[in-house]
């Protein structure tokens, strides 16, 4: 998720307050945005790294729901070229 949106703070701190987080998925939320790898978040939360996708994959749906409610939150990249499924190739 850190590569899809620019986390700047504004963005950051407007997607806690919308999306309802759990205090764990704050915590990876804020780890993910000041550049933690997955693994480093692993191991100090003590939290498997597929524990760690499981909420960066739950973090991704509440991003994706609070995003349409709100214009300051920019949409996400989705894929690795920048450009979103929904685009059709030229």
């Known amino acids: 998720m850190t590569n899809e949106v620019i986390w700047t703070k504004l963005v950051l701190e407007r997607f806690i307050q919308l999306a309802n ?3 764990e998925e704050e915590i990876v939320i804020r780890t993910r945005a000041a550049g933690w790898s997955r693994v480093k978040q692993a191991m100090e939360l003590n939290i498997s790294i597929s524990g760690i ?6 973090l991704r749906k509440k991003y994706d729901e609070v995003q349409r ?8 990249k989705r894929s690795v070229y920048g450009r979103n ?3 059709t190739r030229e």
Do not use: H, K, N, V
């Not at 409610?69 to 996400?76: A, E, K, T, V």
């Open 21 to 23: 987080l759990t205090e």
């Open 69 to 76: 409610l709100d214009p300051i939150l920019p949409p996400r």
């Open 53 to 58: 996708d499981r909420i960066i994959s739950r």
């Open 85 to 87: 499924p929904e685009e």
